[in-house]
């Protein structure tokens, strides 16, 4: 069976379930694969009406009635049981074009791949904790006989999960929605989507006429290149809303270890620096590097002579670590060439 029958396929089961598609919108593969119009569409028509009953969120009747730990658990735990019934799961259509076992090898060679390069980033830090979780989280419910699929391939749904959830407003719980889902990003996208009030139908609808072969995408939010590896897996060279993040600790020996961490508590410092694309540090930040670097307590939140050389330490050691990442992926090199300009412009600002 062809690729093309599959969209066919998943088209018709759309138009089936009651949505609807328009007529000159098809999913191709250029780089990546995605929504184009095959002909011009006008400004503010709607690309698809996908109907409430193929959203799929913790409130789906078809999600497993087991406890689950997080509204993502239970969108994992969703497109595991009905990946396992292959042709008998009601949503074959659109799970078939998610290519799980596609997905976890590449997940395997490429994520993977990714994950050492930026091993020594807070990326790395962070996508260790996930991978952490993950096995964690995939022993239990392995053990319960709450999962019967491979480890490889809950990592591969949890990465598909992660990947095209959209997080609908008004606190309506995250959730997949198949044909939005085939949607990329870009910050200045020509469509984007809505609930109906009336409805409740999720509409994807084009914000200016477009061209035959145009690409239909959609924001995925003003987000760092971190953020878009990290949950997407790629990553943009040129990122308005690129920032560096570090983790920062305090030496179980520092004196003042009990007024810091009191301070930082009381006024809700995240235990983070914030560098923004300019090289600034955002206020708390800076607001931080006064505590942590402060060396007696009539100091502890003033500007003191131990700033400057606290935080050049800091930058420079992230620095040095940058420089150990392999930089030979593009979206890797994207990442790392975005870091290392926003911590070198931090520190020329220190000069
Ligand atoms: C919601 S899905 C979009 C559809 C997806 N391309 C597919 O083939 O099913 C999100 C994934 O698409 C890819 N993607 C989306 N926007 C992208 C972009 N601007 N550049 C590169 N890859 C992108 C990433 O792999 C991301 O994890």
Same mark, same amino acid.
């Given at each position: 069976m062809s690729v093309?029958?599959?969209?066919?396929?998943?088209?018709?089961?759309?138009?089936?379930?009651?949505?609807?598609?328009?007529?000159?919108?098809?999913?191709?593969t250029r780089e990546e694969?995605?929504?184009?119009?095959?002909?011009?569409?006008?400004?503010?028509?709607a690309l698809a009406i996908i109907p409430w009953s193929l959203v799929v969120n913790k409130q789906h009747v078809n999600l497993p009635t087991i406890d689950v730990a997080t509204e993502r658990q239970a969108l994992v735990l969703f497109l595991s049981h009905e990946y396992t019934k292959q042709e008998e799961s009601d949503w074959y259509p659109w799970i078939k074009l998610l290519?799980?076992?596609?997905?976890?090898?590449?997940?395997?060679?490429?994520?993977m791949n990714l994950f050492n390069c930026v091993e020594h980033s807070t990326l790395g830090q962070a996508l260790t904790a996930r991978y952490q979780q993950l096995e964690q989280e995939y022993g239990y419910l392995n053990q319960s006989d709450k999962i019967h699929i491979s480890f490889e391939l809950f990592c591969a749904i949890d990465h =598909?999960?992660?990947?095209?959830? *959209?997080?609908?407003?008004?606190?309506? /719980?995250?959730? $997949?929605?198949?044909? %939005? +889902?085939?949607?990329?990003?870009?910050?200045?996208?020509?469509?984007?989507?809505?609930?109906?009030?009336?409805?409740?139908?999720?509409?994807l609808r084009s914000e200016r006429s477009l061209n035959p072969g145009e690409e239909i995408t959609i924001c995925y939010g003003s987000k760092s290149n971190e953020e878009l590896l990290y949950l997407y897996g790629f990553c943009q060279s040129v990122n308005?809303?690129?920032?560096?993040?570090?983790?920062?600790?305090?030496?179980?020996?520092?004196?003042? =270890?009990?007024?810091?961490?009191? *301070?930082?508590?009381?006024?809700?410092? /995240?235990?983070? $620096?914030?560098?923004? %694309? +300019?090289?600034?540090?955002?206020?708390?930040?800076?607001?931080?590097?006064?505590?942590?670097?402060?060396?007696?307590?009539?100091?502890?939140?003033?500007?003191?002579?131990?700033?400057?050389?606290?935080?050049k330490n800091l930058l420079n050691e992230y620095l040095e670590n940058l420089n150990l990442c392999s930089d030979e992926e593009m979206f890797t090199k994207y990442y790392l060439d975005s870091q290392k300009s926003i911590v070198?412009?931090?520190?020329n600002d220190l000069e």
């Open positions: 093309d029958s599959d969209y066919v396929k998943f088209f018709d089961w759309i138009r089936e379930k009651g949505g609807q598609v328009h007529k000159h919108i098809k999913i191709d694969r995605g929504l184009f119009a095959t002909s011009t569409i006008e400004s503010h028509a290519n799980i076992d596609k997905e976890a090898d590449d997940l395997l060679k490429t994520k =598909l999960v992660w990947s095209r959830i *959209l997080d609908l407003p008004d606190n309506e /719980p995250i959730s $997949l929605v198949p044909f %939005i +889902d085939f949607a990329n990003h870009n910050f200045n996208a020509n469509a984007r989507w809505f609930i109906d009030d009336t409805t409740h139908d999720l509409i308005p809303n690129d920032r560096v993040t570090l983790p920062v600790s305090l030496s179980p020996d520092d004196l003042l =270890l009990e007024d810091k961490l009191r *301070l930082i508590k009381e006024l809700h410092l /995240p235990p983070r $620096l914030t560098i923004n %694309i +300019d090289g600034r540090l955002t206020d708390d930040s800076q607001r931080l590097v006064k505590i942590l670097s402060a060396q007696t307590l009539s100091t502890i939140d003033h500007v003191n002579e131990h700033c400057k050389p606290y935080l070198q412009k931090a520190l």
